[in-house]
């Protein structure tokens, strides 16, 4: 029996095709913006729903925010009768005259006037090393980490706390304040949690009975306290046990407090990491001869940190916010001098409260926003790199 | 399945060098309370190529592993090129140093590309400069047949690819040693041959080897001695010819009318 060509003869039980299919583009309903729509928001009855729910949420909040934010904002004026309401103003809006007003004491706390350039500068200095360490296209990154992790913070130590000697009148950290030691807690939290939390992690997993003990009863102690409450020790319990003259300052011993617990926080994220290593990868590494500390720094550790990226990430979005928390010890970080200046009478409305929170709620997930979008780069650009 | 015999005359006798290259004398090992090696005796001369087989669960891979120390003996003793295997890690770098690994997972570095791959130990075991390194790496890639893909990850070579893939980044150190734990058995069928040639063509070179493998044609082709383990046992040990014609021991046989079919 013969077959016309292409002609697929369904009671038939051999078949050879003999005509190739070519492709055809796919349905218009797949494609374009209603394919978009259709797919991402509307493809069960459940994902019908909740986009219904958020587009009325977004109608109802969005709307809101423009209007206390930008409309009913008052944008000018020099003391409270400004943002007060009157018969022009009817409903008033954010008060942005107190925070144009206050932004020196927001940046700089009460860092003396004259000295204010050098915070200017640390800053500038400090977002030209984040810029060059995080930009993984930038040139020379080996000098940028170098400039990164010795030059900056040497620098900077002597930049913001002076030194006689060169001229740099000496300022009491007591006097700092404001986005400056928001950010000079959260730097430090963020350098120095990582490598510490590395050396915990691997210690936890260590063969060495002593070394891992030390390292359980670390992390166990740290995570199983309050952040505040380890601030508190360090703040406030320190000094009673050692001699004035021996202990450190009340912003260092914050530092130490926050580094210490956020170390022991990314020990656990980074044993996350280390644990996704099949064994077979330790085994590959000494096989051809490698030592423990080179298996780590170049096998093991480049594959459990890309792995964890997303956890090392979200405990440092955690830290930043968390650094807020410093005021218990009285120490003015931004959002503590926001608590300062919406009480100052001078500026006493009922909109003061809410501005100066906003202002803080912005300052905060600009950061945040902006880590979170630089891990998730960062992830889609390793997972290019090796698709497996 | 059998490699097929293109590969010239078969290889024996081996060219021995006269010089023993692995001994291990009345080695036990247990995990915890199961007694997994019990009184291992094998001493492998220089240029020698040894098969191992033998059921799931005998023992062979914990036997080869102890051989670079990826496991720990706790009785008996192992030389390697002369060096005692001991706690001491000097030793044990020596001998890792010596000994070349292929493991059934390929277990390449997946962050790293294929000539990165090769040229790391060179780099931080040999010290060599990474230049020369290149140099050594892609010597030993083209000789696996693969230069083309130096610069790929290992994510992106077929099974068999990174199999010799690994075979090359073993070769790189210059090993006197080899050991194979079943490489191909995670390979695709039509994948098994690219890598059993490239080991035949190891042996031709004279290469001292143990094979942990089920494919006993490529036994037949290159072993000079077959070694049959059984509940961590060595069962018996022979050259090919009489270990396939004759084998001695009831579990032998029964081994071998299991795989042969
Ligand atoms: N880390 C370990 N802890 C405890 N028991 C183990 C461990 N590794 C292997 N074993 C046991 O030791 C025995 C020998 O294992 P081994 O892997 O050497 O066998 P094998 O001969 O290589 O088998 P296969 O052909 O399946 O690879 C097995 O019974 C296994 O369950
Ligand atoms: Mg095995």
Redesign the interface.
């Known amino acids: 029996m013969t077959m016309a060509e292409g002609d697929l003869a369904v009671a038939e039980l051999a078949f050879v095709r003999r005509t190739n299919i070519a492709p055809r583009p796919p349905p218009a309903a797949m494609t374009g913006a209603v394919g978009w729509l259709r797919e991402n928001l509307l493809s069960t009855p459940f994902n019908v729903g909740l986009t219904i729910v958020i587009v009325l949420l977004l109608a109802w909040a969005v709307p809101e925010l423009v209007k206390f934010l930008l409309i009913d904002a008052v944008w000018s004026g020099t003391d409270r009768d400004a943002c007060l309401e009157s018969v022009q103003h009817r409903e008033i809006g954010a008060c942005w005259p107190f925070v144009w007003e206050r932004l020196p004491y927001f940046i700089y706390g009460s860092y003396p006037i004259p000295q204010r350039w050098r915070v200017d500068v640390f800053l500038a200095m400090l977002a030209i090393g984040v810029v060059w360490l995080l930009w993984l296209n930038a040139p020379r990154r080996d000098l940028g980490a170098i400039y990164f992790f010795v030059i900056l913070p040497i620098a900077s130590f002597i930049l913001l706390t002076g030194w006689a000697a060169i001229g740099l009148q000496p300022v009491d950290t007591v006097l700092w304040g404001g986005v400056l030691v928001t950010i000079v807690v959260a730097s430090v939290g963020i350098v120095v949690s990582l490598p510490i939390g590395i050396l915990l992690a691997l210690g936890r997993r260590s063969h060495m009975p002593a070394v891992r003990t030390l390292s359980v009863i670390f992390i166990e102690f740290v995570r199983g306290v309050p952040l505040v409450t380890v601030l508190f020790m360090a703040g406030v319990m320190l000094p009673l046990f050692v001699p004035e003259q021996l202990s450190p300052d009340k912003l260092v011993r914050a530092l130490i407090g926050i580094a210490i617990f956020a170390s022991a926080y990314m020990a656990e994220v980074v044993r996350a990491g280390l644990q996704a290593i099949p064994k ?2 330790y ?9 423990y500390w ?1 298996m780590m720094r ?2 093991i550790l ?2 459990a940190l ?1 792995v964890t990226i997303p956890n090392i990430v979200n405990t440092y979005i955690g830290l930043f916010k968390d650094t807020t928390l410093v005021f218990i010890v009285g120490i003015f970080d931004l959002l503590r001098t926001i608590e300062v200046a919406r009480i100052d009478p001078k500026w006493a409305t009922p909109v003061t409260s809410t501005t100066g929170y906003a202002v803080a709620a912005i300052f905060y997930l600009v950061f945040c926003y902006g880590m979170s979008r630089y891990a998730r780069a960062m992830e889609a650009r390793l997972a290019k ?4 | 399945m059998s490699v097929a015999g293109n590969h010239g005359p078969l290889l024996k006798p081996a060219k021995l060098n006269t010089a023993t290259a692995v001994e291990i004398a009345d080695m036990n090992k247990w995990y915890g309370d199961f007694h997994v090696l019990r009184d291992i005796n094998l001493k492998v001369m220089g240029g020698e190529r040894i098969v191992i087989c033998g059921p799931s669960g005998s023992g062979k891979s914990t036997m080869i592993r102890c051989i ?1 120390r ?1 496991e720990e003996h706790q009785s008996g003793r192992i030389f390697v090129d002369g060096v005692e295997l001991t706690a001491d890690l000097k030793k044990i ?1 020596e001998v ?2 010596e ?3 292929v ?1 059934q ?7 790293l590309t294929v000539m990165d791959n090769c040229t ?2 060179l780099i ?2 040999r010290k060599m400069p990474k230049k020369q390194a290149e140099e050594v790496a892609l010597h030993y890639l083209e000789r696996v047949k693969i230069p083309e893909q130096a610069n790929k ?4 070579l077929s099974g068999g690819q990174q199999q010799r893939v690994a075979i090359a ?2 070769l790189c ?1 210059n090993p006197k040693i080899m050991l194979f734990d079943e490489p191909t058995s995670a390979l695709d069928p039509e994948m098994v041959k690219e890598v059993l040639d490239t080991m035949v063509e190891l042996a031709h070179d004279g290469m001292t080897m143990l094979v942990v493998t089920h494919e006993m044609g490529f036994a037949r082709q290159v072993a000079s001695r077959i070694v049959f383990m059984d509940e961590g046992q060595i069962v018996e040990a022979n050259v090919p010819e009489e270990f396939f014609a004759h084998p001695q021991h009831e579990r032998t046989k029964l081994f071998l009318s299991q795989i042969l079919r």
């Open positions: 077979g990868q085994e590959g590494a000494m096989a051809v001869g490698l030592r080179q170049l096998i480049p594959q890309k790199s090796d698709r497996r | 670079n990826l770098d890792r140093r000994v070349g690994m493991f997972h390929f277990n390449l570095f997946p962050h790391l130990a931080w075991v990850y290992p994510g992106q980044r073993a150190m």
